[in-house]
């Protein structure tokens, strides 16, 4: 029987940077994530910012996740809710997927193996503004058995490290194209309009 590890991190959009608070969370690369108050160069992201960026991140992947290097759209179906894709990683390896954006909260990336990645916007008690990024991936290793337990736990280790890094690069690739114009809001106002 195949072995399907799980994993899923959680990152604040728009934290507080102020050293006295606990929930500030650096980014990749050690700066922070975000900014408060918000600057032309580090603004404050809506909930439209990161659905623009999703649906970019959809068709453009190599942008968000350093891993990837190239991607091509086959397919657009359902007014671009659906998507059909192959992406490049850059050890070589070729995967396809079908991306499914639901409701405008979140995208599933969904593989032939059976794995699913989802990428989800939640807001939390502080309002519209409180956004949190939650990437959860099941990865499906059929190679694996359950007697395998030294070889699961170094990729559950290597799984929960590279979840971080997504969502954390994800952040700060959205941001820094909001801040070059890349993204403009509008493109992702219409997220509440968005029926599964």
Not at 5 to 14: D, S, W
Not at 102 to 118: A, C, M, R, Y
Not at 182 to 196: A, C, F, L, Y
């Amino acid at each position: 029987m195949a072995i399907t590890i799980h994993t899923a991190y959680t990152a604040p959009v728009n934290a507080s940077t102020n050293n006295n608070n606990p929930s500030s969370t650096p980014s990749s690369n050690g700066t922070p994530m975000s900014s408060s108050p918000p600057s032309p160069s580090f603004p404050r992201l809506s909930h439209a910012h990161l659905w623009a960026g999703l649906q970019r991140k959809v068709r453009r992947a190599q942008d968000f996740v350093p891993a990837i290097v190239a991607c091509e759209v086959e397919r657009e179906e359902q007014g671009g809710r659906v998507v059909e894709r192959w992406v490049r990683f850059k050890e070589g390896r070729e995967v396809r997927e079908r991306c499914v954006a639901v409701g405008g909260w979140k995208v599933d990336f969904q593989q032939p193996d059976g794995s699913t990645i989802t990428n989800l916007i939640s807001t939390g008690a502080g309002g519209q503004d409180d956004l949190y990024l939650t990437y959860i991936f099941e990865w499906r290793h059929p190679e694996l058995s359950a007697d395998a337990s030294d070889e699961i736990a170094k990729l559950q280790a290597k799984h929960d490290a590279m979840a971080k890094m997504a969502v954390e690069k994800s952040i700060e690739s959205i941001r820094k194209m909001v801040a070059e114009g890349v993204i403009q809001e509008k493109e992702g106002e219409g997220w509440r309009d968005i029926v599964s």
